[in-house]
């Protein structure tokens, strides 16, 4: 049982340049999350899959995409990188929106 | 809108000392609470939360927090801190009202000394 796991676990990138981080969950879960975390800033909620077939925006959803690939997962695009978009990004996952958010490793993106 | 403040980015206290780590929420409504514990280079872990029974609410390793409406606190406390204490904790709050989505506090950097 691996829980959330996030690919890859680091990539740098140039401004301009495309990406997509992956994200699953082997708990079975409805409801998927992506934040990013920032020194001084606490995690902040990109954007959410309250269940297969359901995305919504977070505090924080411009210059990102999402899909909710099936009910395992959830992924997070980047069609044009910014510096701005520098930072570590967590999956969640959780079995509704009111129960615990199980967190994935973290993916530390840097944007040259 | 619901908010959380996060007192202190960083404590320090000695092994074996009390550890208080301090939040207090903004919410229209009846919140639902949570500590999140961040392990250097690891993702978060939740240590306890409060959805409206106890006010008063133990987690993992020791830790507790009291719910106290009238002060809008949640401070996390464990009374003998140990050196693998140490870690980043996280304070979050969902309400009703923001289709229970959590929003952190920026966080407090527990150091603990020999």
């Known amino acids: 049982n691996a829980g959330v796991t996030q690919t890859p676990k680091f990539q740098v990138l140039k401004t301009g340049q495309s990406m997509t981080l992956q994200c699953a969950q082997d708990?079975?879960?409805?409801?998927m999350y992506w934040y990013r975390q920032d020194p001084g800033m606490g995690l902040r909620l990109i954007y959410y899959?309250?269940?297969?077939?359901?995305?919504d925006k977070g505090e924080v959803p411009n210059g990102y995409n999402v899909s909710r690939l099936n009910k395992r997962e959830f992924s997070l695009r980047l069609e044009s990188a910014a510096p701005s978009q520098t930072s570590v990004y967590f999956c969640?996952?959780?079995?509704?929106?009111?129960?615990?958010?199980?967190f994935g490793p973290g993916t530390r993106l840097t944007v040259l | 809108a619901q908010s959380v403040t996060q007192l202190g980015s960083h404590v320090s206290v000695s092994e074996g000392a009390l550890v208080l780590l301090r939040c207090n929420y903004s919410s229209s409504v009846p919140p639902y609470l949570f500590w999140y514990v961040q392990y250097p280079n690891q993702g978060l872990q939740l240590l306890l939360k409060y959805t409206s029974a106890a006010t008063l609410v133990k987690g993992i390793n020791g830790f507790e927090a009291e719910f106290k409406k009238s002060e809008t606190s949640f401070h996390l406390t464990k009374p003998s801190a140990h050196m693998s204490d140490a870690a980043e904790y996280f304070c979050a709050v969902s309400e009703w009202g923001s289709n229970y989505k959590l929003t952190f506090g920026k966080g407090t950097l527990l150091t603990v000394n020999p």
């Open positions: 899959s309250a269940s297969e077939g359901t995305t």
């Open positions: 708990m079975n879960h409805n409801s």
């Open positions: 969640a996952s959780s079995d509704g929106l009111l129960d615990t958010q199980y």
